[in-house]
C-alpha cells in the first residue's frame, strides 16, 4: 500500500524552530519528486516546498523562502521540513505529498502550532 | 505568480443535482489543472488531473473539462459522499497555486 506518514508537529513559541518527517512506503521514493503543502485551520491550501527526486533541486512558497528548508533521504524513504523563525502565519496542518502529474498521494498531515 | 478564483464558494444542492464548479486561472496553464475534493479533519483526494483524466477509483459521475484559462468540474449526478469541499490546483514553471475552495452543501 503507498502511504505517507508525517511526524514532529506539535506547539513551538515565535521565532522558534520545529523539523517535520515524512516516512514514505509502498513505492519507489526516490523516483518521485515530493512536496510540502499546508492548510491553516479552516483555510484553503497553499503550496509550500518540493525537492527533486535526488534533493537537487529545492524551491519554495515566498512567505517560507529564506526560513524553511527542505530535504530527503532516499535511503530512509524519508522527506523533511525544517522550519525556522516561525511565525504564528505559520499555524497549519502540514501535509506531504507525492508529486506525478497531480497531487496523487498525500499523508494524514501533522499541525504545527506557533502560539506565544 | 498565477491566481486561481473558483467560483462559487458555496453550493447548495441536493442528492441527484448535477453540479458544476467553475476555475479560472489568471494566466494561461494549458491543462495544467487538477482537482481535489477534502471531506472535514481528512487530508485532500485527487479526483481530476490535466484537466479532465480521472484518477484510478474515482466514481465516473466526476469528470472535468477546459483549457487555457477556464476549467470545470461536473458531478453529474451528487450523492451523499459528495458533500464535501473541492479545490482546483494549477502547474506552471515551478509555481503550485489552489483555488480557494467551492464548499458543497446539503439544500
Known amino acids: 500500500e503507498v502511504q505517507l506518514v508525517e511526524s514532529g508537529g506539535g506547539v513551538v513559541h515565535p521565532g522558534g524552530s520545529l523539523r517535520l518527517s515524512c516516512a514514505a512506503s509502498?513505492?519507489?521514493?526516490?523516483?518521485?519528486?515530493m512536496h510540502w503543502v499546508r492548510q491553516a485551520p479552516g483555510k484553503g491550501l497553499e503550496w509550500v516546498s518540493l525537492?527533486?527526486?535526488?534533493?537537487?533541486?529545492?524551491y519554495y512558497a515566498d512567505s517560507v523562502r529564506g526560513r524553511f528548508t527542505i530535504s530527503r533521504d532516499n535511503s530512509k524513504n524519508s522527506l523533511y521540513l525544517q522550519m525556522d523563525s516561525l511565525r504564528t502565519e505559520d499555524t497549519a496542518f502540514y501535509y506531504c505529498?507525492?508529486?506525478?502529474?497531480?497531487?496523487?498521494?498525500w499523508g494524514q498531515g501533522t499541525l504545527v502550532t506557533v502560539s506565544s | 505568480d498565477i491566481q486561481m478564483t473558483q467560483s462559487p464558494s458555496t453550493l447548495s444542492a441536493s442528492v441527484g443535482d448535477r453540479v458544476t464548479i467553475t476555475c479560472r486561472a489568471s494566466?494561461?496553464?494549458?491543462?495544467?489543472l487538477a482537482w481535489y475534493q477534502q471531506k472535514p479533519g481528512k487530508a485532500p483526494k485527487l479526483l481530476i488531473y490535466?484537466?479532465?483524466s480521472l484518477e484510478g477509483g474515482v466514481p465516473s459521475r466526476f469528470s472535468g473539462s477546459g483549457s487555457g484559462t477556464e476549467f470545470t468540474l461536473t458531478i453529474s449526478s451528487l450523492q451523499p459522499a459528495d458533500f464535501a469541499t473541492y479545490y482546483c490546483?494549477?502547474?506552471?514553471?515551478?509555481?503550485?497555486?489552489f483555488g480557494q475552495g467551492t464548499k458543497v452543501e446539503i439544500k
Open positions: 494566466q494561461s496553464i494549458s491543462n495544467w
Open positions: 509502498g513505492f519507489t521514493f526516490d523516483d518521485y519528486t
Open positions: 490535466k484537466a479532465s
Open positions: 525537492i527533486s527526486w535526488d534533493g537537487g533541486s529545492t
Open positions: 490546483q494549477q502547474y506552471d514553471s515551478y509555481s503550485w497555486t
Open positions: 505529498t507525492k508529486w506525478e502529474d497531480a497531487f496523487g498521494i
